[in-house]
């Protein structure tokens, strides 16, 4: 049987426009183009300094010659280089120009198929870039609108933040089981309000707690918090008198107890900081456009986790089609078959790593029975689908979910999720 479909071809350079290939580097920028006159083609390369200045002016001069040759204008196509590509980019929008990103792994193997190794040359970049330019292999950068640029860049501090308190809480874990030898408490009761209390009050030192008598360490603690359980306090106090028994000298325990404090304070700084930074990104995203966005749609599903997964994301209609998202997540499956043999499926991971770190957290927390996700991955499981590969596929669900629901601009209606609309 002939399959005969209709042929939509990708967004790509427009060839009337000049197509200026830049592999990037921190000081230097090598430039690679081709262009006809006369019907002659003909090809040039230059490198100049990663600087604002320059950059401006070889665009401008680069624009003005392209106009002379009846081009209709600039295209850039740039590969990603650890941010280094940023003053060459925005030096290009806002001048008018449109910009396009090659993917890193695309090019590694163009320039393996370009060149014939596996060699890193800039010049030789330059080229491969500018080949998969030409054959539309590349990604058109459009800038985000200002309150989901500012959204997407307090998603940023906020994993930088919690990043560093979870390095910090390591490191507070390490000097209190130096300075306290026999503590043995769950990690709720350690970092929740018993544990601040203990940290603020005694700062973790068994020999200050056990300085006084039981009744009024368990005073002072309450006075301090109220509503901290008793039975919590007890054990503490009996680890702390025989954490006393610890061959630990006054200089040594003097020393931990001032890094322990300091280190407490830092910790305390950054969760606090977390906290102001997820109600500003919740109050960006209450006072969108209700066309761009999406509500807290079903329980389970956090005003915080909706600020962080569309921070990543960006408006969501923006996608042509939920595939579109998944692969813009790395969510996309990589089939391996071939004939009869059939290999283990797996998820590219080729997208943003902070969105699909969302996604995660975020259905981890509704695959409970009685949440959304909860028939789906039970489902799943009793299939005979691994628990890994099945929160991933439930991953993937979610993504459909949220795009829908914002695609629809309708009210969300759950019995949708696993009806079908005959």
Known sequence: ???????????????????????????????????????VEYELAESFSNDLDTIAGRLAYYAEQARGLGYGGLALVVEPSGRWETKLTRAALEAGHRVWMANPERMYKAGVLHHGDGGKSDPLDGRVLYMLGRMGKVSRLVPLPGVWQRLRQLGKWLEDGTLAAADLRIRIGGLRR?????????????????????????????????????QEFLAEVKAHRKGIPRRGLAGIWEQAKSSCRAGLSSEQRHLVCDQLDHLWGVWSDHSLRKQHMLCQMIALVDGMEAGCWIPPLFSGFSEGMRARILAETGPLRRFPHWRALLAYA??????????????????????????????????????????????????????????????VASMRKLVKILYGAAKSGRPFNPERVYRCAG
């Open 330 to 391: 790395g969510l996309k499956i990589r089939m391996r078959g071939s004939g009869t043999w059939r290999g283990q499926d797996k998820i590219t991971k080729k997208g943003r790593i902070l969105l699909r770190k969302h996604l995660g957290q975020a259905a981890f927390s509704l695959l409970r029975s009685d949440r959304i996700l909860g028939p789906y991955y039970h489902r799943k499981r009793a299939e005979g689908m691994p628990a890994g590969k099945a929160k």
């Open 1 to 39: 049987m002939i399959k005969i479909t209709q042929f939509h071809d990708q967004d790509k350079p427009d060839p009337k426009n000049l197509l200026l290939a830049v592999d990037v580097s921190s000081r230097k920028l090598d430039l690679y183009s081709r262009y006809r006159q006369n019907g």
């Open 178 to 214: 130096e300075l306290f030898a026999d503590y043995d408490q769950s990690k709720d009761l350690s970092w929740g309000a018993t544990g601040q209390a203990i940290q603020r009050l005694y700062g973790f030192d068994p020999w200050k707690i056990t300085s006084g008598t039981y």
